[in-house]
């Protein structure tokens, strides 16, 4: 009996360790804290490399979670980097790399060329559905064989100014390609949920719930009045990070989304639904190239998610949670993240807001008053 029991406490001891190691680029933000979560609560040990700068209550997380933290600049780069020449020298092998941080060529070259001595089973890089905004004859819905540049040189130069973030984040996928490590890539539509660093979201929000103190309609340029996107909820980017490490996915590449997709006035009336201002609210069309739309950042149309849900048994959350928690959070976050909620509101003042009601605006969003009380039947429709 007593060697049973001690064979259980032995079983409990390692049973942290007993997943793997693995090591995030980034980890700060909306998919990052997600993933870390995703990760810890699987039994992974998992360390961070970031530049440690603290968004929403980052730093007490990464205390909580006993999360051991490598900081770099990923632009001075890794060769340099002692707390990270620190860990490799102590970590032969890494069950996974998981990278939210190498948004070029560069980045991607100097990260492969560093961590490729901890012979990760898999290099997970997450992307963007951008890339299909510079790839040759994109489908409908695009597919993850549709990314690939024309082969005709000016055809490539034209395409690539569609969309410049987009030609970045393929030439980092080439790039973790040519390495030869084992790789899958994620792309991603709009990343949206909670810890969101573009603050895009929450500025909607804060439209679309103090709509009758802004009053001025949500801009949106004609090209947008009908054009689809998908959004991606950070909680199923980190299911799918999960699934790919558990299964043993190599040399994949996965586009992650939500099943339902958007126009940017749907996505708007939804938020506007959800506060019930959807009588106030109105939007102004314009050909103007120069509004201040906050989505999307691809413009290819939505994502088709089938070899996600075959192979990776990928399942996405409901517009209803995703709505839900976001929403919640946000709403929360105004009296806890001050420092963020200041920037939401210093972005909007300076786009939006007439400036005869930015006082107004900022009392209401800072006092947590609510101009509008929420049905419940509303709420419950969604």
């Given amino acids: 009996?007593?060697?049973?029991?001690?064979?259980?406490?032995?079983?409990?001891?390692?049973?942290?360790?007993?997943?793997?190691?693995?090591?995030?680029?980034?980890?700060?933000?909306?998919?990052?804290?997600?993933?870390?979560?995703?990760?810890?609560?699987?039994?992974?040990?998992?360390?961070?490399?970031?530049?440690?700068?603290?968004?929403?209550?980052?730093?007490?997380?990464?205390?909580?979670?006993?999360?051991?933290?490598?900081?770099?600049?990923?632009?001075?780069?890794?060769?340099?980097?002692?707390?990270?020449?620190?860990?490799?020298?102590?970590?032969?092998?890494?069950?996974?790399?998981?990278?939210?941080?190498?948004?070029?060529?560069?980045?991607?070259?100097?990260?492969?060329k560093v961590l490729s001595v901890l012979l990760p089973d898999v290099y997970i890089f997450v992307s963007s559905a951008a890339v299909y905004d510079v790839s040759a004859n994109p489908t409908a819905p695009v597919q993850e064989t549709d990314g690939v540049r024309p082969e005709d040189e000016a055809t490539r130069e034209l395409t690539n100014s569609n969309n410049e973030f987009g030609d970045k984040m393929l030439a980092a996928e080439e790039e973790l390609i040519a390495s030869g490590l084992p790789y899958v890539i994620l792309r991603c539509g709009d990343l949206v949920g909670p810890r969101d660093t573009t603050y895009r979201w929450w500025q909607y929000q804060v439209w679309a719930e103090h709509f009758d103190i802004i009053d001025i309609p949500f801009p949106i340029p004609n090209s947008l009045f009908s054009a689809q996107f998908s959004m991606t909820y950070g909680e199923d980017l980190a299911r799918a990070v999960l699934s790919t490490i558990s299964l043993g996915k190599t040399n994949e590449v996965y586009n992650i989304?939500?099943?339902?997709?958007?126009?940017?006035?749907?996505?708007?009336?939804?938020?506007?639904?959800?506060?019930?201002?959807?009588?106030?609210?109105?939007?102004?069309?314009?050909?103007?190239?120069?509004?201040?739309?906050?989505?999307?950042?691809?413009?290819?149309?939505?994502?088709?998610?089938?070899?996600?849900?075959?192979?990776?048994?990928?399942?996405?959350?409901?517009?209803?949670?995703?709505?839900?928690?976001?929403?919640?959070?946000?709403?929360?976050?105004?009296?806890?993240?001050?420092?963020?909620?200041?920037?939401?509101?210093?972005?909007?003042?300076?786009?939006?807001?007439?400036?005869?009601?930015?006082?107004?605006?900022?009392?209401?969003?800072?006092?947590?008053?609510k101009t509008v009380e929420v049905p419940q039947q509303l709420k419950s429709e969604l």
């Fill in 1 to 112: 009996m007593m060697l049973l029991i001690l064979l259980g406490l032995f079983l409990n001891s390692v049973s942290s360790d007993d997943q793997g190691k693995v090591l995030i680029l980034g980890g700060q933000g909306l998919a990052g804290s997600a993933t870390l979560s995703a990760l810890q609560n699987a039994s992974f040990h998992v360390s961070l490399l970031n530049n440690n700068n603290q968004y929403y209550n980052y730093h007490t997380l990464l205390e909580q979670s006993n999360t051991e933290s490598i900081i770099c600049s990923r632009p001075a780069g890794l060769e340099g980097c002692f707390e990270l020449q620190n860990f490799l020298a102590s970590n032969s092998k890494v069950r996974a790399v998981v990278d939210f941080t190498s948004s070029t060529r560069e980045m991607m070259g100097d990260a492969v």
């Fill in 257 to 369: 989304a939500m099943d339902k997709t958007f126009t940017l006035p749907h996505f708007l009336l939804e938020l506007c639904i959800y506060f019930g201002t959807n009588e106030q609210c109105w939007a102004d069309f314009t050909d103007a190239d120069e509004t201040y739309n906050l989505y999307p950042s691809s413009h290819v149309g939505v994502m088709s998610l089938e070899r996600a849900k075959t192979d990776l048994g990928f399942v996405p959350s409901s517009w209803e949670h995703v709505l839900k928690t976001t929403v919640e959070f946000y709403e929360g976050a105004r009296g806890e993240f001050t420092t963020e909620r200041d920037i939401v509101l210093k972005r909007l003042n300076e786009n939006a807001v007439p400036y005869l009601k930015v006082e107004t605006l900022n009392g209401a969003v800072v006092n947590m008053k």
